[in-house]
């Protein structure tokens, strides 16, 4: 099966919208309040099944499974288990930290601390730390060598990624191989079939937010402040993900590599699903157009493919605001 043109066809209900606080409906679990109070309400809004169908081959590693599960608003009702590889099915991983500082921006990998900015990790950004965070304690490379620092073993990755790096670790640039965790780390997710509306939005916390169809986790924002505290830089490759000792390889922003849903109307890409059942859609659509209407959890409706979110960019260090549905417990 091709999965880059599978389209989102299976509609399990219908259901009250609305994007003004206060806004009134016959289903408190249909109501999503935000700060859109030009926008009004919209009746009759599409809910998507999760679609097992729509995942990369070798994007699973087990058969799904259906299991009776309670949501975090209550409800009970039917879930999928979905176990991914950890590893993406569609590209090998990498590059990420250079090796010294001559090396080119198609050498290396990116860094984004939510700034706004998204950064190539090439030499030029190596010698420019101290003045980009106006610090001069930042000193990734050795003056006389020109060689970066950069954690090579497992004993230094297991150093720099913990939350009190050793301090032989800091001034690193932060890389860990997928060796190190026997090749990836796979994941089982409980996600509802049916998603539910929630009466209000509900904290991504610091947990994992989903999970890519192409098998790859989606986690909560990187803790920026941390990493730049212990003069560390945690090297990103070009699809925005990183492998830890425990998580393994996982996104902290969507760089279109998983996007792997064509939207034959020409809208933007879906690459995977929220912890609550709504798809995860990119950015910008084929024209490169942003999406002007969404709620405080960057999503909204429309006639096709129902409730769903839209990810932020890369330079903002995460994907969604919020959850606009039930999660299982």
């Known amino acids: 099966m091709d999965t880059t043109k599978t389209k989102l066809t299976i509609i399990s209900g219908l259901l009250t919208l ?7 409906s016959s289903d408190d679990d249909a109501v999503i309040n935000t700060n859109e109070s030009s926008t009004p309400c919209t009746t009759l809004a ?8 729509l995942f990369a081959a070798n994007a699973l590693v087990e058969s799904v499974a259906v299991t009776s599960c309670t949501l975090n608003n209550g409800t009970s009702t039917q879930c999928y288990e979905l176990t991914i590889a950890g590893v993406p099915a569609n590209y090998d991983i990498g590059s990420f930290c ?5 090396a080119t921006a198609d050498e290396v990998g990116i860094w984004f601390d939510g700034s706004g900015e998204v950064y190539d990790i090439d030499g030029e950004f190596i010698l420019n730390l101290a003045t980009l965070y106006n610090d001069p304690n930042w000193q990734l490379y050795d003056p006389t060598t020109g060689l970066v620092n950069y954690t090579s073993t497992l004993e230094a990755c297991d150093g720099a990624v913990r939350p009190n790096v050793a301090p032989e670790y800091q001034n690193h640039c932060v890389e860990c191989s997928l060796d190190y965790v026997g090749g990836g780390v796979s994941a089982t997710y409980v996600i509802p079939i049916t998603p539910v509306l929630l009466s209000s ?7 994992d937010i989903g999970l890519t169809l192409n098998g790859v986790t989606l986690a909560a924002p ?4 941390a990493i730049l505290g212990a003069y560390t830089i ?4 070009d699809c925005a993900g990183h492998i830890n000792p425990v998580a393994g390889y996982h996104y902290h922003g969507s760089a279109g590599c998983s996007e792997i849903i064509t939207e034959d109307d020409g809208h933007e890409s879906m690459f995977g699903y929220a912890l609550d059942g709504f798809g995860i859609y990119g950015m910008r659509d084929e024209q490169g157009n942003e999406a002007t209407d969404l709620d405080t959890c960057d999503g909204h409706s429309d006639d096709t493919r129902g409730y769903h979110y839209h990810a932020a960019s890369v330079a903002e260090n995460m994907f969604i605001e919020c959850f606009s549905g039930a999660t299982a417990r």
Do not use: L
């Open 201 to 207: 939005a509900s904290s991504v916390g610091r947990d």
């Open 46 to 53: 599409k809910v998507v099944d999760v679609n097992p169908i």
């Open 234 to 237: 945690a090297a990103f490759d």
């Open 222 to 225: 990187a803790p920026v402040d």
């Open 98 to 102: 250079p090796r010294d500082i001559y």
């Open 18 to 24: 609305c994007f003004i606080t206060g806004c009134s």
